[in-house]
């Protein structure tokens, strides 16, 4: 009989499995304490909702009413969103480099009922093709390993997890100093972080743009990290400014980006064509902060049209397949031109809303809209922050990671929630002059600092929780966690929040020196670090006043500029914002200071922009 346990999942890539004649348990320790008292390994299947092999891998495999009695035999079946799951995908993904390279999703493990992989790899097919064996085949290896050699899969499975432990631990160590946090950390110097954009250019493909070959992505941290090269200014940063340039209008004009503005995952071609045609939020609020009006404002309209719910929260992903004529097909819907589509069903959405997503779009749109003068987007971030702090924070903090119509998910927020949604409200905080946000801010940095995160209860029992890892194509929310503490001092005048900062990020940075490609996020907050700190407050009530123009021109490494009112002024000080201490006179006025030491006040836009400098970055049309 058929016990498949998904049909409540909050989660919609573990509701698309409740259909299958596989007795599919959530990963959490009853499904391991059962697998312990029947004395059988534990199968974690792991995928997202848009994943394309992943839906080719329920329909061939998991549908199979076979492999289903199979499973129901000799193991115990676990289901994993990896969006909803993050930590436990995190774990999962450093077990598996131990068997392959060729790292992705689907991600499938076998473990032992204690939590310890002790076999992996990624989609298999249904009957074997060239060198990859069948999922069958694989199973039937699994179960006999499991019965005849079970002293070599737990010793083997007991070194993967000892591997583990010790990596998360001289992690923990790095962030925090060896002492448990008095050790000031060492930071790459500024030149050394520099030279990456010319190691990034030696890389570049000439031909089409981008880096690398196929498969390629558009990598949005590293464009970001060019951008803050090309806003430090000099002749390697108009260099950098060139390779972002570039690698932007390749993007733009490739079929990777759709007719609607959004940008679809990555290109399985060198020349951006024959896109992998999922959708996802983070890859386009990624691009939002770099990107040229035209090129923003066409992924905004994506993000309004397509990913933004009534209650101005952003869903997760719309996926690459469609029915059109009766049959899923993946691409198709994407290949019609934009009058033709609207005949046809979209295709579904990723439905769920996760709360550090959600902050890098709230970012993606505050900066682009600030920058470009465009306050749709503004507004658009705004409601995502209104729609999160209703529904995923309680009494200041984030109590929620992924939501969808049928309730909140029960697993744990992680650092990526906590980072990266503090980061977007500080931004957003920044440009609209609402002291609010950077006051949840504030508080969810705080909480960030002292570590206030639940350790899923199987990984802790296994000692397999490796924290957040650093990915290549989505910021990392210990990153965001380090810019957010970055701005706080530079507006509480707290070197207690920069000294955190350098801490979370300079390990990291120090490795994105040799390897840029999951660590240029790092290498753009070291760089903020090492410059001097300069707040700009710009204090005026008309919007359109010349102050706040020439602002816009000052984002840099090291800058952080605030747009207030005098009425705003004078909350942000009275909510310890020393940066807005004395700041709220009638008269507009914007203020520059270099570590807190202050120029006079200018009073035209013109004097602000000579106390500025000229203008780094012209990409503003």
Request: net charge negative; aromatic share 6%; glycine share 10%.
């Amino acid at each position: 009989m058929n016990d498949n346990r998904l049909g409540t999942s909050v989660s919609p890539y573990l509701r698309l499995h409740a259909d299958n004649p596989v007795d599919w348990r959530e990963w959490g320790p009853d499904a391991f304490a059962e697998a312990r008292e029947r004395g059988v390994p534990v199968l974690v299947s792991v995928g997202y909702a848009t994943c394309h092999w992943c839906h080719v891998m329920a329909r061939e495999t998991f549908a199979d009413p076979e492999v289903g009695e199979l499973l129901r035999r000799d193991f115990v079946a676990v289901k994993v969103d990896r969006e909803e799951r993050p930590d436990v995908d995190a774990s999962l993904m450093a077990a598996a480099s131990a068997f392959t390279q060729q790292l992705g999703w689907p991600l499938t493990t076998f473990l032992t009922p204690d939590g310890h992989v002790f076999f992996a790899g990624t989609y298999f097919p249904p009957s074997p093709v060239g060198q990859v064996p069948s999922f069958r085949q694989i199973t039937a290896a699994v179960l006999d390993a499991w019965t005849e050699r079970r002293h070599e899969v737990d010793a083997n499975a007991s070194a993967i997890a000892t591997a583990i432990r010790q990596g998360a631990e001289a992690d923990a160590t790095a962030r925090t100093g060896a002492d448990g946090g008095g050790a000031e950390p060492r930071l790459p110097e500024v030149d050394r972080i520099r030279a990456v954009a010319d190691q990034l250019a030696q890389a570049e493909d000439t031909t089409y743009g981008g880096f690398g070959g196929a498969p390629k992505f558009p990598s949005a941290p590293l464009l970001e990290f060019l951008g803050d090269v090309a806003a430090d200014g000099d002749g390697v940063g108009a260099g950098a400014a060139a390779l972002l340039d570039r690698s932007l209008h390749a993007i733009r004009r490739s079929e990777l980006t759709d007719a609607d503005g959004g940008v679809f995952r990555y290109a399985t071609r060198r020349d951006w064509s024959v896109p992998h045609y999922e959708r996802m939020l983070y890859d386009n609020a990624g691009l939002l902060p770099v990107a040229g009006a035209e090129q923003s404002r066409g992924i905004a309209d994506f993000l309004r049209d397509t990913l933004r719910r009534d209650d101005g929260a952003f869903v997760a992903a719309q996926d690459s397949e469609s029915t059109i004529d009766g049959r899923r097909v993946e691409g198709e819907w994407y290949r019609l031109p934009l009058d033709e589509r609207a005949r046809l069903d979209p295709p579904p959405l990723d439905d769920q809303v996760l709360t550090g997503w959600n902050g890098l779009a709230i970012r993606g749109l505050a900066v682009a809209g600030a920058r470009h003068g465009d306050d749709e987007m503004v507004e658009l971030a705004r409601g995502a922050a209104e729609a999160l702090l209703a529904t995923h924070v309680q009494d200041g903090h984030v109590t929620v990671r992924s939501s969808s119509t049928r309730g909140a998910s029960a697993a744990p927020p992680t650092i990526e929630d906590v980072g990266l949604f503090a980061e977007g409200l500080l931004e957003l905080a920044l440009v609209t002059g609402d002291v609010r946000y950077a006051e949840v801010a504030r508080g969810l940095v705080d909480d960030g600092l002292a570590g206030r995160f639940d350790v899923d209860p199987v990984l802790a029992a296994a000692g397999t929780a490796t924290g957040e890892q650093p990915q290549t194509a989505l910021r990392s929310g210990t990153v965001g966690l380090a810019s957010a503490a970055a701005v706080l001092a530079a507006l509480t005048g707290d070197d207690a929040y920069r000294s955190a900062a350098a801490r979370l990020v300079a390990d990291r940075a120090v490795t994105g020196t040799e390897r840029p490609l999951g660590h240029a996020d790092a290498l753009g907050v070291a760089l903020t670090l090492r410059r001097p700190s300069r707040e700009v407050v710009v204090v005026a009530s008309d919007p359109a006043d010349p102050l706040r123009v020439a602002a816009r021109t000052a984002r840099r490494p090291g800058t952080v500029v605030a747009l207030v009112t005098p009425e705003q002024a004078r909350a942000w000080s009275a909510a310890g914002f020393d940066a807005f201490t004395s700041r709220d006179g009638a008269d507009p006025a914007g203020y520059v200071c270099h570590d807190r030491v202050c120029a006079l006040p200018a009073r035209t836009g013109d004097e602000l922009a000579a106390q500025l400098g000229a203008p780094l970055d012209t990409r503003l049309g």
